[in-house]
């Protein structure tokens, strides 16, 4: 039995929950709920995530979706004791996902503006949406035959997996070259990475005073793709950038987008 609102997510960055009994249950990202205190130690407690850090993180780290289950209160009559801390952010700031952009990841344009911490606290957040992020690494509970589950990283299995399509194989790729080839000659040289904005790097790419002209030098970027995150690229432009770090590398893919008519994607 679980309450009237069956479910919650907190606003905050970080929770930190400690119980005297079992019966906090996190929804995974196949829509399963996982009794994650079941069996704790004495100076053990459950910390996850809130939606506050899914902004900060341009959504790269979901927030726990909770409920608590209140079985057998008629046989307790003292109930359970629970102890949480929440980690919040300062309420003059912002909520700004600049360092993950700084750093090299692609941010949504969701999540492209920062968000005053007041504004953030008193707008509502529908739930229903925050587990459909396919494109982000998450975690796997495996049920027991007891009906309790315990957290396990994902392990997947290549045999039965459906293969990519070219879209989103072009898009991992583009993020692995980055990681591996780009960010390594970036660092090689004393080079921070910051990545232009879509619209006003079309504009002045092909300047040669441009804001980004002289890292673009430096590190090889092709000539005619946009200086921004790979991720935020069209596919084209991702081909060109993968052409220029690994030659050959998406010869297979740009046959595949052409011929489903994927070209412009991105």
Not at 13 to 42: Q, T, Y
Request: proline residues 7%; glycine residues 6%; neutral net charge.
């Amino acid at each position: 039995m679980y309450p009237d609102h069956e479910h919650q997510v907190d606003k905050c960055l970080i929770s930190l929950m400690k119980s005297d009994k079992a019966g906090l249950h996190v929804r995974d990202f196949h829509g399963r709920w996982v009794l994650v205190d079941e069996d704790l130690g004495p100076q053990e407690a459950i910390v996850y995530p809130g939606l506050a850090l899914y902004q900060a993180t341009a959504g790269y780290v979901n927030p726990a979706l909770y409920r608590t289950e209140i079985n057998n209160m008629q046989d307790n009559i003292y109930g359970c004791c629970s102890l949480a801390f929440k980690l919040m952010p300062k309420a003059m700031t912002s909520l700004s996902c600049s360092e993950m952009r700084a750093a090299g990841h692609g941010v949504e344009a969701q999540f492209q503006l920062p968000i005053p911490v007041d504004d953030f606290m008193q707008r509502s957040h529908p739930t229903d949406q925050l587990l459909n992020r396919h494109n982000i690494q998450s975690f796997n509970f495996p049920a027991s035959e007891d009906g309790s589950m315990k957290a396990s990283t994902r392990r997947k299995n290549n045999s039965r997996s459906r293969p990519l399509p070219p879209s989103k194989r072009l898009r991992l790729e583009a993020q692995r070259v980055l990681k591996e080839r780009v960010q390594d000659i970036a660092e090689k040289k004393g080079i921070k990475l910051r990545f232009c904005n879509l619209k006003e790097c079309e504009n002045h790419i092909h300047a040669l005073d441009g804001p980004c002209a002289s890292i673009r030098m430096e590190i090889g970027w092709p000539t005619g793709v946009p200086f921004v995150h790979p991720h935020d690229l069209p596919n084209k432009a991702k081909i060109s950038f993968l052409e220029a770090y690994e030659p050959g590398l998406t010869h297979d893919m740009e046959l595949n987008l052409t011929e489903t008519g994927q070209g412009s994607q991105h």
